[in-house]
């Protein structure tokens, strides 16, 4: 079992920046690839970012590619969403996922999932 817990949400102006971390306890090593997603109000939950063990693979949803950057601390169990430039659309509940295969979290398919941080721009 893998938990996680982001925080880092809030409010924000458009244009601003914010934070998201996800820390992550359990049996970490079994699931090493993490990833972030939101869903917004009436929306379906939509992948954000995700990036694996060593942080050499990263891969971002369009939207958010040059603004928004992931990374990880292993040391410490930690996976950060820097978020610049943030936009209205941008505002959602943020969602932290893990698994052992990158293709199911880019997919959605995350064995774990975070409880979420919501991210409100506005502007």
């Known amino acids: 079992q893998v938990q996680l817990v982001e925080s880092g949400g809030g409010l924000v102006q458009a244009g601003g920046s914010l934070r998201l971390s996800c820390a992550a306890s359990?049996?970490?090593?079994?699931?090493?690839?993490k990833g972030w997603f939101r869903q917004a109000p009436g929306k379906e939950r939509e992948f954000v970012a995700a990036i694996n063990y060593s942080g050499t693979n990263r891969y971002y949803a369009d939207s958010v590619k040059g603004r928004f950057t992931i990374s990880r601390d292993n040391a410490k169990n930690m996976v950060y969403l820097q978020m610049n430039s943030l936009k209205p659309e941008d505002t959602a509940v943020y969602y932290c996922?893990?698994?052992?295969?990158?293709?199911?979290?880019?997919?959605?398919?995350?064995?774990?999932w975070g409880q979420g941080t919501q991210v409100t721009v506005s502007s």
């Open positions: 996922a893990a698994d052992s295969s990158m293709g199911s979290v880019m997919s959605g398919k995350g064995d774990y």
């Open positions: 359990g049996r970490t090593l079994s699931s090493p690839v």
